[in-house]
């Protein structure tokens, strides 16, 4: 039984104003995120997507990831995508410790130089939050989410998802992870079609 929202409507996030959730709806452009990488074979399997419709994504990375794959974290970088900071060992806020949490944080941005941040699960206190935000964090979040993670979900499900939930400005997220590796492989490609088609532009998100 599926437990997260497909999409996250503008009332909510109105109410959350601290946290980005998505880009001015005027504009006719998303912000294509992708959390948990680097990831060998798959980062590369989007970068490589994205380079076919000239899209730029934001990346949100695991610093133990970049330890173990700074080869495929630097093609991020080089080939034109952002980086942002998704903790060092994807720690769930809700069941760490604020210190612990922070320290992890601050491990990753030595390796992840990037002021964009975005909690792994979506987890924050209101502690930890502003903690953030006094170091300068622009906490991201999302309105629209793939999917792509949920092993009971089909990917026919997943595209009907994104293409039923994208809207100007919408912050998307994927996961470029072993885990959401063949269900991505299926829905990225016919995705970003999608948006091509429908003459959306995927930009990197700004701090």
Not at 15 to 40: A, I
Not at 79 to 105: E, F, I
Request: glycine share 6%.
């Amino acid at each position: 039984m599926k437990i997260y929202p497909d999409s996250i409507p503008d009332w909510f996030s109105n109410l959350l104003k601290s946290y980005h959730w998505h880009g001015d709806r005027k504009e006719k452009k998303v912000y294509l995120t992708f959390d948990d990488g680097p990831t060998p074979t798959v980062t590369e399997f989007v970068m490589s997507e994205l380079h076919k419709f000239g899209f730029e994504a934001t990346f949100f990375c695991i610093g133990e990831k970049v330890t173990k794959h700074p080869a495929v974290y630097n093609r991020i970088v080089i080939n034109g995508h952002r980086v942002g900071n998704h903790t060092h060992n994807h720690l769930d806020a809700w069941t760490s410790k604020k210190d612990t949490y922070l320290n992890n944080v601050s491990k990753c941005s030595q390796l992840v130089a990037s002021k964009l941040f975005r909690p792994p699960y979506g987890h924050l206190t209101p502690k930890i939050a502003n903690s953030l935000r006094k170091k300068g964090y622009q906490i991201v979040l999302w309105d629209v989410i793939s999917g792509d993670f949920d092993r009971k979900r089909s990917s026919v499900s997943c595209l009907k998802n994104l293409k039923k939930n994208t809207r100007n400005g919408s912050v998307v997220v994927f996961h470029d992870s072993d885990k959401a590796f063949e269900k991505l492989q299926e829905i990225l490609p016919l995705y970003l079609k999608f948006l091509e088609e429908n003459g959306w532009n995927s930009e990197v998100l700004e701090k």
